[in-house]
């Protein structure tokens, strides 16, 4: 007798493929970020944070990963997206142990509403506060930010530039598990510092998942952040730098411009 053979699943690679997955490939590490938070945070502070909140957290990616780090960590993860926030249950924590799910809360809300409870950390990754076009809404965001801290709290953000980052450009980068990520700049006005972005995922197979992801973004400058934060009420605003020949981020105020660069903005409370 032969086997009974599978019948084959239909559609394209990209038609069955899921966004959130290829974005945790692509994208995300959580490990590296939090060991960085964690070495600013001791070198500011003497201790290690324990308490965490993920401003715009998606998935709750990073939110899950901080705690699964140490029984002692807790963190909160808020999105406006229920729909993003529901996957996260479901792929994300559903699959941690009780210990872990019962010490990650997803809030659905903006941002700006949730400034409890305080914490010790901060955190608005991958470039997520750009949707904040106005200086005083981004001074706004920040200030609700500075709330949310302890009193010997840290606030992190990343932020990106460079000369191709205001030109038209597509960058194709292979991934590991077969598919390769394309990062998009559409379009970039100068006069507004508004640039748009998308993320697409093309296939061995030859589909793509075009627009996977879309950002309408305000493309803030080093010092407008570092002032916003001051404004906000921060004491006072660190630049860490991501030196492409070495391995960790140092602490800067001068670099040369390049093609492209990768900062991490940290503001002390």
Same mark, same amino acid.
């Given at each position: 007798?032969? !086997? &009974?053979?599978?019948?084959? &699943?239909?559609?394209?690679?990209?038609?069955?493929?899921?966004? $959130?997955?290829?974005?945790?490939?692509? *994208?995300?590490?959580?490990?590296?970020?939090?060991?960085?938070?964690?070495?600013?945070? #001791?070198?500011?502070?003497?201790?290690?944070?324990?308490?965490?909140?993920?401003?715009?957290?998606?998935?709750?990616?990073?939110? +899950?990963?901080?705690?699964?780090?140490?029984?002692?960590?807790?963190?909160?993860?808020?999105?406006?997206?229920?729909?993003?926030?529901?996957?996260?249950?479901?792929?994300?924590?559903?699959?941690?142990?009780?210990?872990?799910?019962?010490? *990650?809360?997803? %809030?659905?809300? @903006?941002?700006?509403?949730?400034?409890?409870?305080?914490?010790?950390? %901060?955190?608005?990754? @991958? /470039?997520?506060?750009?949707?904040?076009?106005?200086?005083?809404?981004?001074?706004?965001?920040? !200030? &609700?930010? $500075?709330?949310?801290? @302890?009193?010997?709290?840290?606030?992190?953000?990343?932020? /990106?530039?460079?000369?191709?980052?205001?030109?038209?450009?597509?960058?194709?980068?292979?991934?590991?598990?077969?598919?390769?990520?394309?990062?998009?700049?559409?379009?970039?006005?100068?006069? +507004? @510092?508004?640039?748009?972005? $998308?993320? $697409?995922?093309?296939?061995?197979?030859?589909?793509?998942?075009?627009?996977?992801?879309?950002?309408?973004?305000?493309?803030?400058?080093?010092?407008?952040?570092?002032?916003?934060?001051?404004?906000?009420? /921060? &004491?006072?605003?660190?630049?860490?730098?991501?030196?492409?020949?070495?391995?960790?981020?140092?602490? +800067?105020?001068?670099?040369?411009?390049?093609?492209?660069?990768?900062?991490?903005?940290?503001?002390? #409370?």
């Amino acid at each position: 007798m032969t !086997k &009974k053979q599978r019948p084959s &699943k239909s559609g394209t690679l990209a038609s069955r493929a899921d966004r $959130h997955v290829l974005y945790q490939i692509a *994208v995300q590490d959580p490990e590296p970020e939090i060991n960085f938070v964690q070495r600013v945070f #001791k070198r500011a502070r003497g201790r290690a944070a324990v308490s965490f909140k993920e401003d715009f957290c998606a998935t709750a990616h990073l939110a +899950t990963a901080w705690v699964k780090g140490h029984r002692a960590r807790t963190a909160v993860g808020v999105d406006l997206d229920e729909e993003v926030l529901a996957w996260g249950r479901e792929h994300v924590l559903a699959v941690e142990s009780p210990n872990v799910r019962e010490r *990650v809360s997803l %809030v659905q809300a @903006n941002v700006l509403d949730v400034v409890s409870p305080k914490v010790d950390v %901060v955190g608005a990754f @991958n /470039f997520s506060y750009l949707v904040f076009k106005k200086r005083t809404e981004l001074v706004a965001y920040f !200030k &609700k930010a $500075h709330a949310s801290l @302890n009193r010997d709290g840290l606030f992190y953000c990343d932020l /990106f530039g460079g000369t191709d980052a205001i030109v038209p450009i597509v960058e194709p980068r292979r991934c590991r598990t077969g598919f390769t990520y394309v990062w998009e700049h559409e379009s970039y006005n100068p006069i +507004t @510092n508004e640039i748009l972005c $998308h993320i $697409h995922f093309q296939f061995r197979d030859g589909s793509e998942l075009r627009k996977a992801f879309t950002y309408d973004w305000r493309l803030w400058t080093i010092p407008e952040v570092r002032e916003c934060l001051l404004e906000a009420g /921060f &004491k006072d605003t660190q630049v860490w730098w991501d030196p492409v020949d070495e391995e960790d981020y140092r602490v +800067t105020e001068k670099e040369a411009n390049q093609l492209g660069w990768l900062v991490y903005i940290v503001g002390v #409370k």
